[in-house]
């Protein structure tokens, strides 16, 4: 993927509602690239993402889109907005959806 400069954030997830409970996960992007990605919580999150198991496991399965169920708040947000909004260009590019078809043709339990 082509380095994207303003594409700099720290992203902490929340899933609710899964058969384990709350799950917490994070991810830091640095450049356009995802250069973290962990279960937990990370003490210098400048944004969260909420959403509900069943939104979060068919965003994973290409069954809804991401910036779709943003729009229409089963993707809850807080924090720093303008970082966050920042991203769209990265999730829009034709890498960032060839990785997300890579990603899905992983063999992923849900």
Request: aromatic fraction near 10%; proline fraction near 5%.
């Amino acid at each position: 993927m082509p380095e994207r400069p303003q594409a700099n954030i720290v992203l902490q997830y929340v899933v609710t509602g899964g058969p384990d409970g709350e799950v917490k996960y994070f991810q830091k992007w640095d450049k356009g690239f995802l250069v973290e990605n962990d279960i937990g919580e990370t003490d210098d999150a400048e944004a969260m993402l909420t959403t509900s198991y069943t939104d979060s496991v068919a965003i994973a399965k290409g069954e809804l889109n991401a910036q779709q169920a943003f729009m229409t708040g089963k993707v809850r947000s807080t924090g720093n907005m303008a970082k966050l909004m920042a991203l769209m260009p990265l999730t829009n590019s034709p890498e960032y959806r060839k990785w997300e078809e890579d990603t899905r043709s992983l063999d992923i339990e849900y």
